[in-house]
């Protein structure tokens, strides 16, 4: 796989991930013009790993700027590329899941993926979307050991060559592990020097699962995200030393904690400022100081949280893992 100066990673399943993604999240509007030039564009500038999900509505973004990018010659074959998906919730029943795995190649174009995750641990009842999320009664606990079997089972025909898990916690990544057959490869959670997921990066880096670190930025301007990366002085601090950007301070910080990460920007400067942090180090002592700066989570998870759902407070979703 060509990467561009982009480190890869061997996965369990022994497939090779290039440590830097593009991350495709984007409000969760439907894909637009703008999406497709922009995932483009960031091919032609040597990103090889694409981030996206059902949910996003941007598969058929990433899947049209795929077919321009071997029609224009940025990649020679589509074997270039990490493609990642994610099963939605309303998805993860036994017997949707290879049904939602070949819904998302229909809309990306595409034979197989790379890598296909669980995008949450928790099912909901089928049809439901972004907009039914307020209706606590639609959400169901998950059923780990069967819908992981119908994961495996796309693995095993092909259509994904690795298979794994997002925004789980070690004790559900350790009770779905209990009847798998095929250990997850990947857990993609919230990280960041402001989220640091020291348990949870213990307890993957034991188990052989790659952490692959999202909101690597904070997320702001997202309607969600928060200020706590971009606008933290220590960062700032570090950055003007170095004579990097404060983004270029937290990816290489994430980068060396030896997990993989996704960034999500279209705007083709920043692009091109995120991949170069590669060929520099971070210092003892911008590290000390980042380890001792406050910790919160940005991405919650409130939305799974009911007095009548699976979940009755966010320590039960987390595990109270931080």
């Known amino acids: ?53 059902f949910i996003y509505q941007t598969e058929e973004s990433v899947g049209e700027a795929i077919a321009e ?37 229909r809309n990306l174009k595409l034979q197989y993926l790379d890598l296909y995750l669980i995008h949450y641990p928790v099912s909901l009842k089928p049809g439901t979307t972004v907009k039914d999320l307020g209706n606590k009664d639609n959400f169901l606990p998950m059923d780990y050991k069967s819908v992981w079997a119908a994961m495996e089972e796309c693995q095993k025909l092909g259509l994904t060559k690795s298979i794994g898990v997002s925004n789980f916690s070690s004790k559900k990544i350790q009770e779905l592990m209990s009847t798998a057959s095929i250990p997850p490869a990947v857990n993609q959670v919230e990280m960041n020097p402001t ?97 001792e700066l406050p910790q919160s989570r940005v991405a919650t998870a409130a939305f799974v949280v009911s007095e009548t759902g699976p979940f009755k407070s966010l320590e039960e979703f987390w595990d109270d893992e931080s």
């Open 1 to 53: 796989m060509e990467n561009s100066g982009v480190p890869v990673i061997t996965l369990s399943s022994g497939k090779g991930v290039p440590v830097l993604g593009l991350g495709t999240a984007e409000n969760l509007t439907k894909g637009s013009e703008r999406e497709k030039l922009a995932i483009l564009k960031a091919i032609e500038l040597g990103y090889r790993h694409f981030d996206t999900a």
């Open 69 to 105: 990018a071997l029609q224009l010659g940025f990649i020679k074959s589509r074997d270039e590329l990490f493609i990642t998906s994610k099963l939605w919730g309303s998805d993860a029943h036994p017997d949707r899941v290879l049904l939602a795995l070949q819904n998302s190649l």
């Open 195 to 291: 989220w640091q997921q020291k348990k949870l990066r213990e307890y993957c880096q034991a188990n052989n699962i790659l952490v692959t670190a999202y909101s690597t930025l904070g997320a702001k301007g997202t309607g969600w995200g928060s200020n706590a990366v971009m606008g933290s002085e220590v960062l700032n601090q570090i950055a003007l030393a170095r004579g990097k950007s404060i983004a270029q301070i937290s990816l290489r910080w994430v980068y060396e904690q030896g997990v993989s990460l996704v960034v999500k920007s279209f705007n083709e400067e920043r692009m091109r400022e995120n991949l170069k942090i590669f060929d520099w180090e971070l210092t003892a002592e911008d590290l000390k100081k980042i380890d």
